[in-house]
Every structure is written in structure tokens, then in C-alpha cells.
């Protein structure tokens, strides 16, 4: 797998991996080092678009505080001491280790983690499930997985916004894709159908661009998402504006939900949710008059104990207007002929015996369906033993003691497992509690093929462009692993790896490589010839697969944990309302704070409050603000908008300072999952999402140094 040789000047094709990825780019390549990056004209998902995080990349490859070369610790941990150590080194001494912990205490004694979608879950999954551990920790568990097991659950696959079939109306639900790209999307083509006149409903408590711009917008509470689904799909049935051929054919249990809807009459819900009851009205037939109709979520309603109800019930809202599936609805694209995740990481290699010791599979059980465990269960087995006791972990991609709720757990257990190792681009905090540092390699120093992992239909072929130190792809590094323990399955090199996947086609990567993307067929209405892909082959409204999991069949909302409704006790102290994880178009999560052009955009955490609410506490536009819950206390910079209701206060979330030389970083100055909770009886009980967007928090004016 060669680079770009040094005497050439050329534009390279490929395909950008600066956030969830999917814009085609091009990068122009001078004497070896890239020169300028770029959006592709021609690409078919951002038609030469390119948000900041891509246009600034240049800047993280070439960041002198770039890790080049593999390290192990000396010393305590978190003293940020190390030793380079070279790669036969590193991988003989990690893949000895982890053969051990193996044998001694079993393989689920090893827990894999990955951040968000970083590409590599095929490989990660491939190696844990040929290690024989069913623990891989991820953010599956409050991010995207929920959406994708719920689909599979309820209508067999996960229905994608069909932007090309030109959508008449979209609702936008907790998401904000003009400014982070979400999972299957880019900001570009919401922006194209609303330019040519597509009518837009927004829900969000915070009056975003979208919101602003949105034909209808629903300022809800945060956390009743589901009241107000259920809301809506109670005015769509009470006046007649599902669809009914579809309603008769296509879907498994409508008496019953039609029943649970009911229980949602307009003033109950204008009460929970503070929506306006003429607004909900007048949302709901907007949506189910104007065909075709489709709605895009994101994380903000994953995360939450109605996790899987907020999902599902957006499934459910979009089949019962005729639109599942349909041209300019959600639809199910076809991936091109491949092996799909599943075959590729095994999943059939891991034994039942071994599934059976998931970490929480026996309590998130519709999680467990998938592979998916929720943090706070790794965190018992290290501090507490229970079920038993994780020794060591491996993670790739992943700063979870900013990105994990209750981050002082986080801390506390990373420091107490008995053997770690981390792979990223830098010395993140997390990084610097590690026995062993591993330099990655970013999406413009591997080959891949990109998109593999999701749902939009495509996969888009990622050269190598430029090698920086001995970093090594998370691929290579799973692929070497897996052999130094002993694992018989994988191919010579990753390049043959990628030809297994391929492999069905009838390609290999020397064919694709210069390709710019693949595509599998699209068509439409697919249920009308072979139903659904459910156990009763229709939309099951009332879910079978859950009932079995003994969880209710029909969708409900439940009140937050910690909410004035749910805990008025504590509003004396905790007065305001706290959403956490607010978006910023120039980071994806905890990373990019490093990029210079990108921290100039944004050089402090930002927390949003309303000019009469931030008047109370004396506080100033632009002054540092103490926001304090009873986990703890931070501070970030006042942002006051009217856009905000006064009893909400929204901050956002990843943050730690690079420019913190000490081995902490700052990673407690102002990180949002000090704040957060993960109380086990207050997660979605099938999935073990947390409550990241609500919470009751006060604040103060605080001194103006960081």
C-alpha cells in the first residue's frame, strides 16, 4: 500500500473522515505533503462542500504534537512519563499481555473500546470476537446503535432520509446536521430541498439556524420527546391523516398503539412537553399532508431514558403517513454487494457460553442483541468486581474520561485497571493513563473503504495519501494483534482483508481503490413484494421482539430521573434545567481543540443562558460561568440568546485544553460528564442509554481565568 511519491504534484480523490465522514474531497499533494484540501464538485453527498473540521485537517496531520511512534509508561500513571519503544516491541509485549489475561481469567476479563464511529469497528469486532470477549464498549449505547437495533426490532432495517427522491417536507428532530454531519448525512443536501422549497419542522429547545429557519418549531422541555411523538400521532389518527391502505397491510398491533396514542390528548401533552397545543396541530398535519414526507434525528433523543421509545416512535410516525420506504421518504437503501459488518467482524465466532458473560447483556437486553454494553458495567467489573473482574482494556479512537458520563468514575477506573492501552492521534487525557500509547493514523494516511459500516447505501474507497512518523492504521493494528495472539483468520495484510470484503462483488481493492464510490441499487416500496423483515413481516407498532424481552410492546413516555417534575425537591439548589452536548461546527467530540484554525473559531467552551436568567446571577455575556449539579462543578463562557427558554441552561460537551501541558490536560476544567450521571436505575432499561440532555444544574458567575 504505497504513498504518493515525493517528486509528484497531483490531486489525489478520496473521501474525508473529519467527523462521521462521507464528503468526497480532493487533496492536492505537493512534493509529498498535502498541500490544500478541498470539497469534490462531483461527489454526489456534498457536491463540493466542506465544513471546517475537513478544511482544516491539513492542521491535525501535520500538528507537531502529533503522535509518531509507539510509547510505554514509565512510572506511575498520569506522571507523563514514557519511553519510545519500537512497533515488533509494542505489539510482541501487548499481544503477550492480552494472550494472558486471556488464559488466566477467561477473554471477557478484556474489554475493547472504540469512540464514535471511527471505521474500524469491523476490525475492533473481528479481533474481539476471534479473542472470544463479548465486552466491546463503545457509544452504541446512546448513539446510533439504539436506532439501528430499534429498526431492526420493529421494521428490519433503518430507514435513511431519501434527500435524492427530493422529500416536500422534513422534520428535523434533536439534530443539527449544517453544523456536525451526522451519521448517513451531510448538512449540504438538507440544504439543497429546502432551497428548492421543502417545507422544514424543527424540534430542539435551542433555536439553532434550522430551528430559525424551520416552517414549524417546537421548543419542547427537553426530555419529553416522547409525550410530544406520541402527541403527534395522536392528532395524525384523531382526524384521519394516516395512511390507511398502508395502515391495513403493512403494520402488527395499530388497535393497540391507536389505544396508547390516545392517552396523549393535546392539553396533557401542551403540559409535559410546554409546546403550545396549536403548534402540535398544526406540525402534525403539515407532516401528514405533505407528501413525501421524511424525518432525520441525532443523539440528542438517544440519549435519554427513552431511548428506544423516542426511536421507534419516529419510525412509527413516518409509517403511518405512507412514507416508510417510499421515494422522498425514509428508505432502506441496498449496500453494494459486499460482506456486511457482521460476516466480516464474526460475530458467529463468539460462543454462546461467551455471550452470556456480556457485561449488563442480562439487563440491557435489547442491547445485548447487537453487542452492545453500556460503560458504566465496565466501570463495576474494574472498581468492584462485579460480575467479575475486567483486567485490561484496550482502546482505540476514544477519550471516554471526557466523553463518558460521570467522568470521576471514568478517571477513578482507568487509573485502576491492572493493564491499558490506548491508540489516537495525541496525548489525550485518557492517553495519558495508559501502560502503552499507540500513534494512529488518520483517514488520509490509510487505505479503507469508507462507509462500510453505515446504512446510506454507499462505500467509498479512502486512499493513503501521506505517511507522518510509524503511525499505523487502527486496521494494521488489529490485524497484527490478532495475530500475535494467535488468530488464524485474518488475511496476509490488511489489503487482503479489504479483498474479503470485497470478495462477493467479485472486486478487490486494486480495483476499487480509484474508484469514487460504490452504490448499491435503489428501490423503493420493497415491503409491497416481501414485507418487512419482522417477525410478523409488517411494522410491528406493538414490537413482538420486545415483548420476548419482557419490555412493554408500545411505545410510552417516562418522566427524566432528574427533572423539576421528576425531583421538584431539588430546585431550590438545582433551579434550571441542563442540556449537555450542545453541537459546534468545528469539533466532533473531544477532538479538533488542538487544530489551530479551528480553536481561533472557538477558543473557549461555550455555555448558552437567557439574557433574564443570566441578569439573576450578575452575569455578562462573554463572563466565565460556574454550572454546578450534584456530581459536580465546571465552568465555560456565557453565550446569552433569547433563543433559549429561561429555565434551560445548554452547554456543550468534549471538552478538555491540549495546550494544558500537565498530564491532566484540564480534563476536569470544563468537561460537561463531570456533571452527568450514569445511575444504573435511571437508564433506558433495553438499552442502558444515560440522561447526557437532562439533568437540573444552578449556576454562578465565576472568575475570569480558565
Not at 448538512?187 to 429557519?213: Q, W
Not at 427537553?222 to 395522536?234: C, E, Q
Not at 499505523?472 to 488475511?491: A, C, L, P, T, Y
Request: proline share 6%.
Amino acid at each position: 500500500m504505497s504513498t504518493i511519491a515525493s517528486n509528484e504534484e497531483k490531486i489525489v480523490r478520496t473521501n474525508c473522515r473529519g467527523c462521521h465522514g462521507g464528503c468526497g474531497v480532493l487533496v492536492t499533494v505537493k512534493n509529498g505533503v498535502i498541500d490544500k484540501i478541498e470539497g469534490d464538485p462531483e461527489f454526489p453527498t456534498n457536491h463540493g462542500t466542506l465544513c471546517s473540521k475537513g478544511l482544516a485537517f491539513k492542521q491535525l496531520v501535520y500538528h507537531p504534537d502529533r503522535l509518531k511512534y509507539p510509547m510505554k509508561r514509565i512510572g506511575k500513571r498520569g506522571e507523563g512519563k514514557w519511553e519510545r519503544i519500537g512497533w515488533d516491541e509494542a505489539f510482541d509485549t501487548i499481544g503477550k499481555k492480552i494472550y494472558n489475561y486471556k488464559a488466566q481469567f477467561g477473554a471477557e476479563s478484556i474489554v475493547l473500546a472504540q469512540g464514535t464511529s471511527r471505521e474500524f469497528e469491523s476490525f475492533l469486532s473481528r479481533f474481539a470476537n476471534l479473542l472470544g470477549t463479548p465486552n466491546v464498549m463503545g457509544a452504541g449505547y446512546m448513539c446510533y446503535l439504539s436506532r439501528v437495533v430499534t429498526a431492526l426490532s420493529v421494521c428490519g432495517k433503518l430507514p435513511i432520509v431519501d434527500y435524492e427522491g427530493d422529500p416536500k417536507c422534513v422534520v428535523v428532530w434533536g439534530n443539527n446536521v449544517v453544523w456536525n454531519n451526522a451519521d448517513e448525512y451531510t448538512g449540504e443536501n438538507l440544504m439543497r430541498v429546502l432551497n428548492e422549497g421543502s417545507k422544514l419542522i424543527v424540534v430542539d429547545p435551542r433555536l439553532t439556524y434550522l430551528a430559525g429557519r424551520a416552517d414549524v418549531w417546537l421548543q419542547l422541555r427537553p426530555g419529553t420527546d416522547t409525550a410530544l411523538m406520541l402527541g403527534i400521532a395522536n392528532v395524525i389518527i384523531q382526524e384521519g391523516l394516516y395512511d390507511k391502505e398502508f395502515v391495513a397491510s403493512h403494520v402488527h398491533g395499530w388497535d393497540d398503539f391507536c389505544k396508547r396514542a390516545s392517552e396523549y390528548p393535546l392539553d396533557k401533552v401542551a403540559q409535559i412537553t410546554w409546546v403550545p397545543q396549536d403548534k402540535i396541530v398544526e406540525a402534525a398535519r403539515l407532516f401528514a399532508q405533505t407528501k413525501p414526507a421524511a424525518i432525520q434525528w441525532g443523539v440528542a433523543i438517544e440519549q435519554s431514558i427513552n431511548c428506544i421509545d423516542n426511536d421507534r416512535m419516529l419510525i412509527y410516525l413516518v409509517a403511518m403517513t405512507g412514507n416508510l420506504d417510499a421515494k422522498g421518504g425514509n428508505v432502506f437503501y441496498t449496500p453494494p454487494k459486499a460482506q456486511n459488518i457482521g460476516q466480516f467482524a464474526k460475530h458467529d465466532a463468539l460462543t454462546a457460553e461467551q455471550r452470556a458473560k456480556m457485561l449488563g447483556g442480562d439487563i440491557f437486553r435489547l442491547a445485548a442483541r447487537i453487542n452492545v454494553i453500556t460503560p458504566k458495567m465496565v466501570w463495576n467489573a474494574i472498581l468492584n468486581g462485579e460480575p467479575y473482574q475486567v483486567k485490561a482494556m484496550m482502546i482505540h479512537g476514544s477519550n471516554p474520561v471526557v466523553t463518558r458520563e460521570n467522568a470521576q468514575e471514568v478517571y477513578k477506573a482507568l487509573n485502576a485497571v491492572e493493564f491499558l492501552t490506548v491508540s489516537d492521534f495525541f496525548m489525550t487525557p485518557t492517553a495519558e493513563l495508559a501502560d502503552f500509547v499507540l500513534p494512529a493514523a488518520t483517514w488520509l494516511e490509510a487505505d479503507y473503504l469508507g462507509g462500510f459500516f453505515f446504512r446510506h447505501g454507499y462505500i467509498f474507497p479512502r486512499k493513503k495519501i501521506v505517511q507522518i512518523g510509524e503511525c499505523k492504521s487502527d486496521f494494521e493494528m488489529f490485524h497484527e494483534f490478532g495475530k500475535r495472539v494467535g488468530q488464524e483468520d485474518w488475511e496476509e495484510n490488511v489489503e487482503g482483508d479489504l479483498d474479503a470484503i470485497l470478495k462477493p462483488a467479485g472486486l478487490s481493492w486494486q480495483t476499487v481503490k480509484d474508484l469514487p464510490f460504490l452504490r448499491g441499487p435503489v428501490n423503493y416500496l420493497k415491503h409491497e413484494k416481501k414485507g418487512f423483515s419482522t417477525p410478523t413481516k409488517k411494522v410491528e407498532f406493538s414490537s413482538t421482539i420486545l415483548e420476548q424481552l419482557n419490555y412493554d410492546p408500545l411505545p410510552t413516555f417516562k418522566e427524566v430521573p432528574e427533572s423539576p417534575v421528576s425531583r421538584p425537591e431539588m430546585l431550590d439548589e438545582y433551579p434550571y434545567i441542563l442540556i449537555t452536548g450542545a453541537r459546534t461546527p468545528v469539533f466532533f467530540h473531544s477532538e479538533h481543540r488542538m487544530v489551530p484554525w479551528l480553536r481561533e473559531l472557538q477558543p473557549d467552551p461555550i455555555v448558552e443562558l437567557h439574557p433574564e436568567t443570566a441578569a439573576k446571577h450578575a452575569i455578562k455575556d462573554g463572563d466565565w460561568v460556574y454550572i454546578q449539579s450534584p456530581r459536580g462543578k465546571i465552568k465555560q463562557r456565557a453565550k446569552l440568546t433569547t433563543g433559549i427558554d429561561k429555565r434551560v441552561v445548554a452547554i456543550q460537551h468534549g471538552w478538555w485544553f491540549p495546550e494544558v501541558k500537565t498530564p491532566d490536560h484540564g480534563w476536569d476544567i470544563s468537561n460537561s460528564n463531570i456533571l452527568t450521571d450514569n445511575d444504573p436505575k435511571g437508564l433506558d432499561a433495553a438499552m442502558g442509554a444515560s440522561n447526557l440532555r437532562v439533568l437540573l444544574c444552578n449556576i454562578s458567575r465565576a472568575e475570569e481565568k480558565k
